[in-house]
């Protein structure tokens, strides 16, 4: 069975309060992967969102990056390049994962049409609007199926007005990417959204879509995500 191989990324560290990620956790701060994620299949490497740009202190919470969780070299130790990358999905356009774009010269940027209005109307909070603005967008406007060989997306709105779900077809069935809808593992044992939402109603009401599907899930911020995918490509191997 034809599909993508799923390599997630780490470009870094967040810190914030667990109940910023988790509705109605406890307000302690806790560190939070920055993720993107690679995806390689149907003559294709693609990514799911572009991680944030380097930190200069003044993102909208703390943040670190190390040389090796740039996005270069991050894909470098994925065995591939920026240029190399022909597409990218975006699941938001919020700084932690829209902040790399002008490094992938030859990808083209799919992103819901209502992400981009909001951001593109004006200034919101959580988003590096000028640089976000400087890429041309393909805008897709609700579901899509087959937007490439193997990859659909859902509309999922609700922790951002445009966000959305990728379904990318890999060799043991479709594979959820759900980028800020469900960050974390506690997101799902909880059935909590994400603490950082634009409407609440809207995402839980993605959230019950997401997960009535009955899909594996690859969270947005929890490093549960490179165990997973681990295992995943040893059951390809053997
Ligand atoms: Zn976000």
Known sequence: MDGYTITPLKLGTITRKKSNMVYGAEDT????????????GFGLKLLVDTGGSAPDGTRWMPYTRTPE??????????????E????????????DHAGNNTLLPHAQFY??????GYIAAEERPGYERELVLQ????????????????????LTPGHSAGSQ????????????????LIPT???????APNGGHYD???????????????????????????????????????
Request: some cysteine.
């Open 84 to 95: 190399e990358i022909g597409a990218v999905f975006f699941t938001h356009l919020h700084w």
């Open 200 to 238: 609440r109603n809207l995402i839980a009401a993605s959230m019950a879509r997401v997960t009535a599907l009955n899909l594996r899930v690859l969270l947005g911020h929890d490093a549960a995500v490179f165990r997973s995918c681990s295992e995943t490509r040893r059951n390809e191997k053997g």
């Open 185 to 191: 593992c506690e997101n799902l044992a909880r059935n």
């Open 135 to 154: 890429s041309k967008y393909k805008l897709l406007d609700g579901d899509v199926q087959n937007v490439l060989p193997g990859i659909s997306v859902l």
């Open 111 to 116: 992103v819901q049409w209502a992400e981009y």
């Open 69 to 82: 969780e740039s996005l270069p070299a991050a894909l470098a130790a994925a065995g591939a390049e920026p």
């Open 165 to 180: 779900c990728v379904i990318a077809a890999t060799p043991e069935g479709p594979v959820v990417l759900a980028g800020d």
């Open 29 to 40: 701060p806790a560190e939070f992967p920055l993720l993107a994620f690679l995806l390689e």
